[in-house]
């Protein structure tokens, strides 16, 4: 009955070592199905962050670009309105001298206008009292 009762221990015994065999191998299958799963969900959180990044870095590095095209655009206004007013500064000082200038031969040409004058009117004038004494 002992040696039975032996056997029968030994059975269980064998039984029980073989079911946790069977378990462990259970567990490590499941524990490696979980830890692919694990990976293939950390591998598409990463490349989901990686596009995340990628599209954070392009929107802005288009904004930098924007800002750099807007900055340019403001420099080349004003360059513009600079140019322009120095233009118009240059017109004005060319049109006041150029004034200047037709005043002074306007003035040159009155007074040689006046001198001509003044001449024929002296010649006119003896021309006169030589015909008045001639009478």
Do not use: F, G, P
Request: charged letters at 35%.
């Amino acid at each position: 009955h002992e040696r039975e009762h032996d056997r029968e221990i030994s059975e269980l015994i064998t039984k029980h070592e073989e079911e946790i065999e069977e378990l462990r191998a259970e567990l490590n299958k499941e524990q490696q199905h979980l830890l692919d799963e694990l990976q293939q969900q950390m591998a598409a959180t990463h490349k989901a962050e990686i596009e995340q990044a990628q599209l954070q870095l392009q929107t802005l590095h288009s904004l930098e670009l924007e800002a750099l095209r807007l900055s340019l655009n403001n420099m080349h206004t004003s360059q513009l309105e600079l140019t322009q007013s120095n233009l118009r500064k240059e017109k004005e000082t060319a049109l006041v001298e150029l004034r200047e200038m037709l005043n002074d031969k306007r003035a040159q040409e009155v007074a040689i206008l006046q001198s001509r004058h003044q001449l024929e009117w002296e010649k006119i004038k003896e021309q006169c009292l030589k015909e008045k004494e001639d009478l």
